[in-house]
């Protein structure tokens, strides 16, 4: 499975950080792979908090895409705010999502999937800052760190994103590899998932 992060100027860089490290260690086995990624190639990018790192690759035709959030409630000149009112980004991601196994963002990320038409009439959820919001684009808000409705999983603000990566490191090699990235990161997982039947 390959999985690109999204990372653009603005980003937090926890929500992309977290689950990097987590699909990082998840990636030393041969049936997982990871990138960052630039929505229109490889991208130095300044994040929220002024860290600066590169993508060395453009978004491809991944298994999975994670969008992080970042700039949202702020208004931000750059960040997830200022992709979403460009629209570039959000028909890229709705161009995309067809052809992935999963789709899935941390924190206001999910406010990229809603411009892509993806969380209307879907369980998801994002920083509680903006649930009100999400809700606004018809998803059926959940209060859960991490809600997994099969092929959209969301994770709500900023730390979540470490629990939802090792969700997904969980669904696809297992509660044990899970746990033992986990063990590795001294992090004691958070387990407030909610699954739909799908």
Not at 23 to 34: K, V
Not at 47 to 62: N, S, T, V, Y
Not at 143 to 158: Q, Y
Not at 174 to 190: C, H, K, L, N
Request: aromatic share 6%; net charge negative.
């Amino acid at each position: 499975m390959r999985i690109e992060l999204l990372v653009f100027d603005g980003v937090d860089e926890m929500d992309v950080m977290g689950p990097f490290e987590v699909w990082s260690h998840a990636a030393r086995r041969p049936e997982f792979e990871l990138a960052l990624v630039g929505l229109d190639g490889p991208v130095e990018v300044t994040g929220l908090h002024g860290l600066q790192f590169k993508a060395p690759e453009g978004l491809g035709r991944p298994d999975a895409l994670f969008v992080p959030g970042g700039g949202w409630m702020n208004r931000a000149e750059h960040g997830a705010w200022a992709e979403a009112r460009r629209g570039v980004m959000p028909a890229r991601i709705a161009e995309l999502a067809p052809t992935l196994q999963w789709i899935g963002s941390v924190c206001t990320g999910s406010m990229l999937l809603a411009g892509a038409g993806l969380v209307k009439g879907r369980p998801a959820t994002t920083n509680r800052g903006a649930w009100k919001e999400l809700a606004e684009f018809g998803a059926e808000v959940k209060t859960n760190r991490v809600v997994d409705d099969g092929t959209l999983i969301t994770a709500g603000g900023i730390t979540a994103g470490i629990d939802l990566a090792l969700h997904v490191v969980q669904r696809e090699l297992g509660a044990d590899v899970a746990d033992a990235i986990a063990g590795t990161m001294e992090y004691t997982r958070d387990r407030d998932v909610y699954s739909s039947a799908r």
